[in-house]
């Protein structure tokens, strides 16, 4: 089966402009989690989206949000972008094999703010 | 609020040696995983951990899990070169959500010839 697809693998913006980033989950499997790694912050939990609805969001200011459509992709915006925003970004699907379910990854973006 | 610490946090090997990575995590969680990730990359999935006292091996690494203690260990085996990479240990605080997790700092490991 495919794995997590995202896109672009690489994107370049300047300060105060506004990044799109996209994933596709595995194939068939509703949820999406979003994760930025930052340099120095290591990994953080920044949204999670289920059936089309947000359900919960990491401690990031609201100029970060996203949405899922009803194929299950999903969109992680970050408007008024800030140097910091400089990270990879990485979307993760859920693989449900009863006591083994695990999160999968995918490849990232790497968003670079200038 | 959960809270997952690795150590060491850097780690130099020679080839052929044996070390082990620690995981200690603040509150009750139903699951423990380990990911490698190599520079520029994603996250590979190398464990979960489900249960006190399970463990699991694949090729040089083996993985343990504490729940009483609230402690995992990687152990490494006959350090090869290839083992070069940063391993994370994440935490799910249970529930639904099984993809939101709580990551370690990571460990940087070089293993060198």
């Known amino acids: 089966e495919a794995g997590v697809t995202q896109s672009p693998t690489h994107l370049i913006k300047t300060r105060g402009q506004q990044a799109t980033l996209r994933c596709s989950p595995i194939s068939g499997h509703t949820s999406v989690y979003w994760y930025q790694q930052a340099l120095g912050l290591g990994l953080q939990f920044l949204l999670w989206?289920?059936?089309?609805?947000?359900?919960n969001r990491g401690n990031f200011p609201p100029r970060f949000s996203g949405r899922q459509f009803p194929n299950y992709s999903s969109e992680l915006n970050v408007n008024a972008l800030e140097l910091e925003d400089s990270a990879l970004y990485l979307c993760?699907?859920?693989?449900?094999?009863?006591?083994?379910?695990?999160?999968?990854f995918g490849q990232g973006t790497r968003l670079t703010v200038v | 609020e959960l809270k997952v610490e690795q150590n060491p946090l850097f780690l130099s090997m020679q080839e052929g040696k044996n070390y082990t990575i620690y995981c200690n995590y603040s509150?009750?969680?139903?699951?423990l995983y380990w990911y490698r990730q190599d520079p520029g990359k994603s996250l590979e999935s190398l464990f979960v951990?489900?249960?006190?006292?399970a463990v699991k091996q694949e090729g040089r690494l083996m993985a343990s899990l504490d729940t009483k203690a609230r402690l995992s260990t990687l152990h490494i085996t006959a350090a090869v070169h290839d083992l070069s990479a940063t391993y994370f240990c994440a935490v799910n605080a249970g529930g639904t959500s099984y993809g939101k997790l709580t990551f370690g700092q990571g460990t940087i490991l070089t293993v060198h010839p």
């Open positions: 951990l489900l249960s006190n006292g």
């Open positions: 993760a699907s859920i693989v449900y094999r009863g006591m083994n379910t695990e999160a999968f």
């Open positions: 989206y289920d059936e089309g609805e947000e359900r």
């Open positions: 509150t009750t969680s139903d699951r």
